[in-house]
């Protein structure tokens, strides 16, 4: 599946109607200090093969960072 | 996602983390002066009476350059998009104050600019009423 971008709405409704997955790539120190609420974290330094095998492929996966960048 | 951890954040939508912060929103932000693109020198200049920088905006709002008064040519028609500087640093209002001051500090900036994640211009921090605020009142939030 290709990537899409999408804005916060769309991410609400896919959060909220189809159990979709929130990933966070910024650093993780970033990352516990503040998240948006449920989101997982993959820094992308470490956004590999394997770091991502145990994400639920069947839901959408929602990847953010601090902004539009 | 467009927008980011930034924008979600500004909606006042659900965040979880170890902050809370002291965020550069609140007593420590405060007005800039302010033109369209459409301003002249003569305009700026008159601005810069009363504030130490005037932000160039958009019909949006949208921050395009800065003046400071050593920007400023000699003739006052000349056109403010002839002599700002253009995409000045910014930051955004839920950004924590005490890394920004430490930021500021070690780059030696006086002061910033603050948006909202789509660039609208909401204000200006002073550097030194950011460090005030935080000697101050070194536990409460901005």
Same mark, same amino acid.
């Given at each position: 599946m290709m990537p899409t971008d999408i804005g916060v709405d769309e991410a609400q409704r896919l959060l909220q109607e189809e159990g979709a997955v929130l990933i966070e790539v910024l650093p993780r120190e970033e990352y516990e200090e503040e998240h948006i609420a449920g989101a997982d974290s993959i820094p992308l330094k470490k956004l590999t093969a394997d770091a991502v095998r145990?994400? %639920?492929? %069947?839901r959408p996966v929602i990847v953010y960072c601090d902004d539009d960048l | 996602m467009v927008g980011g951890k930034s924008e979600w954040r500004e909606l006042g939508l659900p965040m979880e983390g170890t902050g809370p912060f002291r965020y550069v929103?609140?007593?420590?932000l405060k007005p800039v002066a302010a033109c369209g693109l459409d301003a002249t020198a003569g305009d700026v200049r008159e601005m810069l009476r009363s504030s130490p920088v005037c932000v160039v905006v958009n019909d949006h709002g949208v921050v395009q350059g800065r003046v400071r008064p050593? %920007?400023?040519?000699?003739?006052? %028609?000349?056109?403010?998009s002839d002599f700002m500087q253009l995409g000045p640093a910014t930051v955004q209002r839920r950004e924590e104050l005490s890394g920004l001051v430490q930021r500021m500090q070690n780059k030696g900036v006086r002061t910033i600019l603050v948006t909202t994640p789509k660039g609208e211009l909401l204000g200006m921090i002073d550097r030194s009423d950011a460090e005030r605020f935080l000697a101050e009142a070194p536990t409460r939030d901005a």
């Open positions: 145990a994400i %639920d492929r %069947d | 929103a609140g007593q420590v050593k %920007d400023l040519p000699a003739e006052d %028609d000349t056109s403010v």
